[in-house]
């Protein structure tokens, strides 16, 4: 028996996985792709949940790693450090909300196939 899935939620629910990295400064975000994870039946939903919440732990993993040193850094030079430093940080940023929204419109635009983030490590 084939089983069909709702076109329209699944893209509603895809979507919210992926655009809660826009508050990942905010620890809860990766509560919106869990939560999604758990209530959602549909293969394709539950995938780009679990690619959003590998996507999350790698952006705090850069984030710290790099970010960390440079905070410092620019607490040790009185700020220099990170006026040196910021076209790292701007490229971090339009790296993380570039592949955020190349995941959405992904979503928007083939709903039959789950998205995949290039270069993430994967713990799930």
Sequence with gaps: MQVTYNEDKRKLLSCLCHGAIFFSTTLFSV?????????????????????????HFNVWFWATLIGVPIGVLSWLTFG??????????????????????????????????PFRYPFIFRLL
């Design 80 to 113: 220099i450090g990170g006026i040196l430093f910021f076209p790292v940080v701007a490229f971090g940023f339009l790296l993380h909300w570039g592949l955020t929204i190349w995941g959405l419109l992904s979503c928007l635009a083939n709903s039959e196939q």
């Design 31 to 55: 509560g919106v792709p869990i939560v999604i994870n758990i209530i959602s039946d549909d293969p394709v939903v539950k995938s780009n949940a679990k690619e959003s919440i590998n996507f």
